[in-house]
């Protein structure tokens, strides 16, 4: 069936520190990973997205690798600062793109 | 950052009552959805419409129904068979050709 396991649940590090939330899609079908950043009470934000023709995309402090063959993607967020704590959600794509599945969600906290 | 409205940003419900979350949005998106959020457990699709007049069910689709006689409005009516209703209600929606999806600020729905 469409599933996305999402790993850790909950995240804790020290301002500066890297952190890194992973994933699992089970359609090899899906050709669409997104990221989205959750802040309390407020809509979910795309921060970063990869294609199934790529292996590693970076926009600043942010990452994200795909590994289609074991079906798993990863979210790295380098010299995190506090304004990073939020709930990360990821997603893959399923029927053609149509649907978006999501995991459960990373709740980030960024400890100063 | 507009495009997406949802409305209203809270809502009540009592026993027995249907209510009809509002989302209308003016980006001119072909593509429409309703997500329901709950802590721990990520987004969960309800509805999604591709176009006018067509829409298919999510994985939650049970004691919700939707209508899309605009391309610009999406709403979802929360229905008295829904035994659970207390959520945080997401609505979506992106371009035809584009992976990218956009959310509203959402509808926080609870029982009386």
């Known amino acids: 069936g469409e599933n996305v396991e999402q790993h850790p649940s909950t995240l804790s590090v020290q301002e500066g520190d890297s952190a890194v939330i992973k994933c699992t899609y089970s359609d090899s079908a899906s050709n669409y990973f997104p990221w989205y950043k959750q802040e309390l009470g407020k809509r979910p934000q795309l921060i970063i997205d990869?294609?199934?023709?790529?292996g590693e995309k970076k926009d600043q402090r942010i990452a994200v690798t795909l590994n289609k063959t074991a079906k798993h993607f990863s979210l790295h967020i380098t010299e995190t600062q506090p304004e990073d704590s939020a709930v990360y959600f990821c997603a893959a794509s399923y029927e053609y793109g149509n649907k978006l599945v999501f995991g459960a969600g990373t709740i980030l906290r960024v400890k100063s | 950052d507009g495009g997406i409205t949802q409305s209203p940003k809270y809502l009540f419900r009592k026993e027995g009552q249907n209510v009809t979350l509002s989302c209308e949005q003016n980006?001119?998106?072909?593509?429409m959805y309703w997500y329901r959020q709950d802590p721990g457990q990520g987004l969960r699709l309800i509805y999604y419409?591709?176009?006018?007049?067509?829409?298919q069910k999510g994985d939650i689709a049970e004691g919700y129904s939707v209508s899309r006689e605009k391309k610009e409005s999406f709403p979802l009516t929360v229905t008295s068979a829904q035994k659970n209703p207390t959520a945080f209600y997401l609505c979506?929606?992106?371009?035809?050709?584009?992976?990218?999806?956009?959310f509203g600020s959402g509808t926080q729905l609870s029982v009386l």
């Open positions: 990869i294609r199934s023709n790529v």
């Open positions: 980006l001119n998106h072909d593509a």
């Open positions: 419409s591709q176009i006018v007049n067509d829409f």
């Open positions: 979506a929606s992106k371009a035809g050709n584009n992976e990218k999806l956009f």
